[in-house]
C-alpha cells in the first residue's frame, strides 16, 4: 500500500517477531513500551481477542492509533472504554472488519446505489467450520474463543451494513466441552428490517449469504 510502511514489530515471542520482519521488513521489537514509543503512527493489533483491550488502551495512551482484530473487545464495557480514549486524544480506533474494504463488495454496493433493486429488507447468512483443529485458539475460552466472535462476526456485519441498527436479538446455541459456543443461530430486528444468522464450528456450513427486497 503506498504511504504507508512496516516499521516495527512485537510479539511474546521474539523469534516470531524475527521471522516475521526477516520476511516483510520492518524491525523486531524487544518489548510492548518500545514499540509505543517508537516511530510508529498506527498500531494493528493481531493477537488473541482477551488482549485487545490492555493493548489498544496502551496504544492509544501513548498517541498512536488503532486498528484491531475482530473482535475488537470481548465486551461492551471494553470497547466504551476504549472508543472513549479514543475519542478524547482525536485518535482512531477501527476492528479490522475486512468485507466493508473487498473491492467486490464496495462495487456491489456502488452498483445497487447506481441502480437500485429496492431496500434490502431481509438478509440470511451463515457460516460453520468443520474441520478447525482442536487445538485451534477459537476452542479456547480463556483467550475469548468461540464460534459468535470468531465467525459471527461476518454475517452479523452483513445484517448491520445492509439493514441498519439493530434492535432486538434472539439466539439459541450451544456450548461445548471447553466452554465455548460451538454453534449459535440469531434471529435479529433491525430498524430497517430482520435478519436470521448462524455460526459454528465442528459441522460444516456452506458460508453464503442471501437478501430480499420490498
Known amino acids: ?27 523486531a521489537t524487544l518489548t510492548l513500551e518500545q514499540i509505543l514509543s517508537g ?22 495512551t501513548a498517541g498512536k492509533h488503532v486498528l484491531s482484530e475482530k473482535p475488537s473487545m470481548l465486551n461492551g464495557q471494553q470497547l466504551e472504554e476504549v472508543l472513549f480514549a479514543a475519542s478524547t486524544r482525536g485518535l482512531l480506533f477501527m476492528e479490522a472488519m475486512k468485507t466493508p474494504f473487498f ?6 454496493r456502488e452498483h445497487l446505489e447506481q441502480d437500485p433493486i429496492g431496500q434490502v429488507a431481509f438478509v440470511r447468512a451463515g ?15 480463556d483467550v475469548g474463543g468461540g464460534s459468535l466472535l470468531g465467525i459471527g462476526l461476518y454475517e452479523a ?9 439493530v434492535e432486538r436479538v434472539q439466539t439459541f446455541g450451544q456450548i461445548g466441552p471447553t466452554g465455548i459456543d460451538t454453534f449459535a443461530t440469531l434471529q435479529t430486528k433491525h430498524l430497517n428490517g430482520m435478519a436470521q444468522l448462524y455460526c459454528g464450528v465442528g459441522l460444516h456450513g456452506e458460508g453464503d449469504a442471501c437478501s430480499s427486497v420490498h
Open 103 to 108: 473491492p467486490l463488495y464496495r462495487r456491489l
Open 157 to 165: 456485519f452483513l445484517a448491520l451494513d445492509w439493514l441498519g441498527p
Open 39 to 60: 516511530p510508529v503512527d498506527a498500531v494493528y493489533i493481531a493477537t488473541h481477542p482477551d488482549s485487545h483491550h490492555a493493548y489498544a488502551l496502551a496504544a492509544l
Open 1 to 27: 500500500m503506498t504511504g504507508a510502511k512496516l516499521t516495527s514489530v512485537w510479539t511474546r515471542q521474539q523469534e516470531v517477531a524475527e521471522a516475521f520482519v526477516a520476511h516483510f521488513d520492518g524491525a
Open 127 to 141: 457460516s460453520s467450520i468443520a474441520d478447525i483443529p482442536l487445538n485451534h485458539p477459537i476452542y479456547n475460552l
